[in-house]
């Protein structure tokens, strides 16, 4: 098991890659621990931040209504008749304006608000000993909605059409001609205000389409919430400097408010939207390709594993080999269990590029299926909390060092995951490059001591080690400082580019 006195966190000035890219070093700069903030787009190394809001769907609600009521004052139409001309338009106030300021009739009549000369009175009555036009159901007793045009049907018919418009971007009209359905209309079909409010919502997705600049549906399934940012000439600045624009929504889920996927610091959009597409291309054929097969490291040919054990044989230079570390297999005596990390490195500059993306890869997933298994760890810092204060009596803010640093280790695997997307596409002979190799090491060995320290189950020997969870947490910290940087120069000065693979 390894422990945090096995890596030598001792740091040389001289040395650039402990260094980060301002030239400032680790131990002044960076001698205490920031706790990592999901609500704020805050990252150590970033000098301009997105503002942004959280919205719930019932305050996204009230948003809208408010660009309503803006634009109603323009064309002193009513509320519900500006809604329908909104959701007619897609949300677009713009055009909406120009367009009725040109011709108001016209739009009115496109979005079937003109009531005709000689029109019925709107509203539900009660009939007796009714024959729905619609249904043909004869009824003794039943509630009718009608329209101004005199189309009318029973109630049960319109709560059945109505359902069905749901999920259309346009306000429901009258089922016989196109003279439209209000807000007020649905709540008196439906006896409350419920329904017209799920009719608004489900047309928000049209709305937030239109205004995807600023309004951005929180990516994580089933949560419904909405992130809201104005900011537009500081989101430009951050992408101009290969920044992300970290966002959290009031459920805590974090994702980059620009191509709206996870946080993927500190891999910049255009690189971790390729990266996606193109793992979801490529990724049934590279996990067969790295579980099952590895080029023989004495002739390069390429070996099937087809069993559990380790002990590989090349039946081309009749070489053996371990697995795990591609180690000659006469120096593990240890009834074939590795004991040895594959320190070997491949000087060759002109690696392939299926190499290339086949170890970026592999290492993305490692890290990938690390960071879930912290997860899971991370949903048992509470009932570890609750121990801590049931059995020596610590109170609950003095246990959310716990809390801090599992959060400081999910933000490390990330960005330790990502920065290796960063180096599939840099240029493998440039000295950043290996710069970054450097860095990710540091950050990986810092990350590994924070995660067996946060793996401790005894309540005192976790109180005992609180300085050393600090320290690690605060080099961790750093080290993402430093690989952030990094990566975020190799961007600026084009050594990472797609045009590298």
Known sequence: M????????????????????DGSDYESDYSTGKELIIEENVHANDEIHLRYKSLSTDELYDDVMERVEFVRTITQLSTDSMIILLRLYGWNEEMLLENYTENPEEILEKGGLIVPEHCEKRGLRDEQNYTCPICCDDYEFISVFRMECGHEACINCYRTYLTSTLKKPKAPTCMSCNLSITSGDIDQIFGNTEFSKKHMFLSFETFINKHSKNYKWCPYTGCGNIIYSNNESTLNEMLKRHMIPEVACNNKHAFCFHCSTEVHSPSDCKIAQYWIDKVRDESTNLNWILNNTKPCPFCGTSIEKNGGCNHMACQSCQSEFCWICDGKWSIHTDNYVCKFQNEKKDSTMNKSISKRFTDGYKMFIVHENSSDLDLKLAGTIE?????????????????????????????????????????????????????????????????????????????????????????ASSLVNGRIIALERCCQELLIKGICKLESI
């Open 2 to 21: 390894t422990s945090l006195d096995d890596y030598n966190f001792e740091f040389s000035e001289d040395d650039e890659c402990y260094q980060l890219v």
């Open 383 to 471: 009932s570890k909390i609750f121990t801590l204060q049931k059995e020596l009596g610590i109170s609950w803010i003095e246990g959310q060092f716990l809390s801090e640093s599992i959060k400081i280790l999910l933000h490390g695997r990330s960005v330790l995951k990502w920065s290796y997307v960063i180096g599939v596409f840099c240029d493998p002979s440039h000295n950043l490059t290996h710069i970054l190799e450097q860095n990710q090491t540091m950050l990986s060995n810092a990350v590994e001591s924070l995660s067996l320290k946060i793996q401790i189950k005894d309540p005192k020997a976790i109180i005992k080690c609180k300085a050393e969870f600090h320290d």
